[in-house]
Nanobody
Framework: QAQLVESGGGLVQPGGSLRLSCAASGSISSINDMGWYRQAPGKQRELVAAISSGGTTNYADSVKGRFTISRDNAKNTVYLQMNSLKPEDTAVYYC?????????????WGQGTQVTVSS
């Protein structure tokens, strides 16, 4: 079992910046992906950004050039630096850990942190 604890959400003005953190503990496979998903009211949950244990990254088209995902493997922590925030970025952001094993993968989720971009 693994646990994810998120922090860094809040209210910011358009054009502002915010940094999200997610610390994982418990059982973490040496081969894993960590990432951020978001869900706005009335919308489906969508991938924002992900990063593998090897450092390969993947971003949603809507955030490319504005958001940067990174991780500290020693601390089992993933970060999301969000710049040039837009009102459409408003959502609950969820941290995700995907552990890979020989014959299966397991997903773990944080409880979510609210990001609101508004004047």
């Amino acid at each position: 079992q693994a646990q994810l604890v998120e922090s860094g959400g809040g209210l910011v003005q358009p054009g502002g910046s915010l940094r999200l953190s997610c610390a994982a503990s418990g059982s973490i496979s040496s081969i894993n992906d960590m990432g951020w998903y978001r869900q706005a009211p009335g919308k489906q949950r969508e991938l924002v950004a992900a990063i593998s244990s090897g450092g390969t990254t993947n971003y949603a088209d809507s955030v490319k050039g504005r958001f940067t995902i990174s991780r500290d493997n020693a601390k089992n922590t993933v970060y999301l630096q969000m710049n040039s925030l837009k009102p459409e970025d408003t959502a609950v952001y969820y941290c995700n850990l995907k552990n890979y094993y020989y014959s299966r993968s397991n997903d773990y989720w944080g409880q979510g942190t609210q990001v609101t971009v508004s004047s």
